[in-house]
């Protein structure tokens, strides 16, 4: 097999994916490899879920500059790429008068990076707005919004892939020669050469740098824990709710989201850690988490919580400096076409598209690129039984059978849609690969009632043995082997 290309993409969280998604609009050979087993595996796909208005951020800085931009064409690209959005607005919250001037200065912050309609409430507006919230002020930003970043990284490498772009999934970059031709890169025993490499190894990407040899950067892992909640959103709230931000901690604060498949989720914690892919849940840190959710929204019950998860974030400022430094988005001097994004942490999925477009054209000073007449921006994802109207359901039901046989009954998941995320145009057949497609096991009952027909549907549909049924790629089995022939 030639594995020869122009351009060599390494990491396939939501940037990495945006990036391939530009690049197939021109004629080039592009490729894109990931030590995980599906895309968005992550930091992309362990996050808040929310689309940032860009305020939080430094006048003048990449993340505001590119964040603010992000906002402003998310909801288009998600209607490109067939991926649920919703523009919900978002408060943040004061309970005294320090956290009351912080609001401020974020204010005229975001009005100076861009930022629409920002406005700030005293208590009786604050009460008006949502009178379930506590607080004695707040500040509302009504372009933030919320979206599904595992389907969103997941469309962008999908309409990639449409257009061109190979994916190699479980193929973890081991080695790194730069030689006459641009780079000789080593990943799942195989060696990739390409012209330019693009670094967008976000947790890894210190490391990825450095075999190269480029050195100098840092990147400090920092856990943030979330509770999920039951499907109470549209009784209890209708739009993200964040305390004011404090000084010095490695993110924005605990916050409320509600989700755009109806869930409430509350975090993240912000925890330096040694690990970068340590995604436990622990126990001093979630009771904590609760009791300042609580702060923010004093009818919130432990009886709402039906799970829990934890990403890690890519942070450059060490412990002890806390914040944020900015996006590192370059080529690098010493490694002529090199392009390295280091330090791509929140707003980076917000930011992605204008990060791909950024790349496109650091790119485009050493090579031509010659846009493709066939590129296609748009993308079709899985019908939704449970969202269309009885008509439609009727109509699907008549169409394919497989729609009136529901396998996920906490949330409404037909044969047919799993049949669809099973045969996923990157191939992937992992049972996470088949939940973040299909949503299936995400319910209160946490796959007990549709895992083992998943595993099943693998085995007598598409040939899995028990065996290879995994949760996440190989050494994530389900099965080890049988109590009985």
């Known amino acids: 097999m030639n594995n020869t290309f122009d351009i060599l993409i390494i990491g396939g969280g939501a940037v990495g994916c945006a990036v391939a998604r530009e690049l197939s609009r021109y004629r080039l050979s592009v490729a894109l490899l990931e030590k995980e087993w599906d895309v968005a595996a992550g930091t992309s796909g362990r996050n808040s879920a929310v689309v940032h208005a860009g305020f939080n951020n430094k006048p003048g800085s990449l ?16 209607r490109e ?5 919703r523009k919900t607005g978002k408060l943040l919250v004061a309970f005294d008068q320090e956290d009351l001037t912080v609001l401020a200065r974020l204010k005229a912050q975001g ?24 607080g004695i002020g707040a500040m509302e930003s009504p372009e933030t919004g919320i979206f599904d970043p595992f389907l969103y990284t997941v469309a962008l490498a999908e309409n990639a892939h449409q257009n061109g772009v190979s994916f190699f999934l479980g193929h973890q970059v081991t080695g790194i020669q730069v030689v006459p031709e641009g780079f000789r890169v080593t990943a799942g025993g195989k ?4 012209r330019q490499l693009v670094n967008c190894a976000g947790l890894f990407s210190a490391k ?8 100098g950067y840092a990147i400090y892992p920092c856990r943030g824990e979330y509770f999920i909640l039951d499907k109470i959103a549209d009784g209890l709230l209708p739009m993200p709710i964040y305390p004011a931000p404090k000084a010095g901690i490695g993110g924005l604060g605990v916050h409320l989201t509600p989700t755009i498949h109806g869930n409430i989720i509350i975090g993240p914690s912000a ?13 001093p840190v979630m009771e904590k988490l609760f009791r300042e959710a609580q702060q923010l929204l004093p009818g919130l019950e432990r009886k709402h919580i039906i799970g829990a998860y934890a990403g890690v974030r890519p942070k450059q400022s060490p412990p002890g400096e806390g914040g944020f430094r900015d996006f590192v988005i370059r080529e ?10 280091v330090g791509i942490e929140s707003p980076g999925l917000t930011a992605s598209l204008p990060i791909a477009r950024m790349v496109r054209d650091i790119l485009g000073r050493s090579m031509d690129l010659v846009p493709k007449a066939s590129f296609d921006p748009t993308r079709r994802g899985i019908v939704r039984f449970r969202d269309q109207d009885p008509e439609t359901q009727a109509q699907l039901i008549a169409e394919d059978p497989a729609y009136g046989e529901i396998l996920c009954r906490c949330q409404k998941v037909t044969r047919a849609e799993i049949r669809q995320a099973i045969e996923n ?12 497609r299909a949503w299936v096991t995400t319910g209160r009952c946490h796959g007990g009632y549709c895992l083992p027909k998943i595993a099943e549907l693998l085995g007598k549909e598409y040939g899995l043995s028990p065996q290879e049924v995994t949760v996440r790629g190989p050494g994530s089995q389900l099965f080890t082997g049988r109590v009985k022939e």
């Open 208 to 215: 990825i740098a450095a075999m190269v040899g480029v050195d």
């Open 425 to 436: 145009p990157l191939g992937v057949k992992t049972l996470a690969g088949v939940k973040y």
């Open 81 to 85: 790429l067939d991926v649920p959005y």
């Open 191 to 194: 060696v990739f050469t390409a």
């Open 332 to 341: 690098e001097e010493a490694c002529p076409g090199l392009v390295n994004l």
């Open 63 to 78: 993340m505001a500059q590119l964040c603010v931009e992000g906002n402003r064409g998310f909801e288009a690209a998600c």
């Open 271 to 283: 925890e330096y850690i040694d690990a970068p892919e340590d995604t436990s849940s622990t126990q």
């Open 111 to 134: 009005e100076k990076n861009g930022c629409r309609g920002l406005a700030l409430l005293d208590q009786a507006q604050l009460r008006e707005r949502l009178p379930q919230v506590g």
